[in-house]
């Protein structure tokens, strides 16, 4: 017994497989090639906004790992966090950073707490500093240190001592540091 297939229809497979290759070999590309943006991220169900696009501010330095902040932040101990910062002309940028970090964090909380039956009861304040020398924090009472521009000459997220220390050379990245310590707070992983 023998198979015949028509020279038509093994030319049209061949160009459905063809189309199908090339399209795949495309579309790879363009996914690999061109950068990516997202400013969302979906938290447990919750759309989390972000102002900065959040692969950028995925390049940005944690020190000394991510882990390291992230438990600080999870912390059962941790009752209260304050946010500190050296009165500056930069102040507004300053506040807007700060509310960011307020806002997700506490509707993180809130949020983690009602999925799990649990009662998260983290407080948020702010302390005016003179100097970013010499901030004291505790386990159960960690510090977020803004350093903005005037007094950065680097853009990095470091935890020293119970205290993070979100620090940018320009604006932008300023901005891009924060989005990275939320990143690595909330676990977000691109």
């Not at 004291?136 to 205290?163: G, Q, R, Y």
Request: charged content about 15%; overall charge negative; some cysteine.
């Amino acid at each position: 017994m023998k198979i015949s297939i028509p020279r038509k229809h093994i030319l049209t497979i061949f160009i459905v497989i063809l189309v199908v290759c090339v399209s795949y070999i495309i579309y790879h590309f363009t996914y690999q090639f061109f950068p990516k943006h997202a400013t969302t991220y979906n938290f447990f169900g919750i759309n989390l906004p972000f102002r900065t696009d959040l692969y950028k501010a995925n390049n940005i330095i944690v020190y000394p790992d991510n882990v390291t902040i992230y438990d600080m932040m999870w912390n059962y101990e941790v009752e209260n966090i304050s946010i500190a910062y050296v009165n500056s002309s930069d102040n507004s940028k300053v506040m807007v950073e700060a509310f960011e970090i307020t806002y997700k964090m506490e509707l993180a909380y809130q949020h983690i707490a009602q999925l799990n039956n649990a009662y998260i009861d983290v407080k948020f304040n702010d302390r005016v500093v003179n100097s970013y020398d010499n901030i004291s924090a505790t386990p159960s009472n960690p510090v977020i240190a803004l350093v903005p521009p005037l007094f950065s000459n680097e853009t990095v997220v470091m935890e020293k001592d119970n205290v993070i220390y979100i620090k940018g050379k320009t604006m932008e990245e300023f901005d891009m540091a924060t989005v990275k310590f939320l990143m690595v707070a909330l676990a977000i992983n691109l």
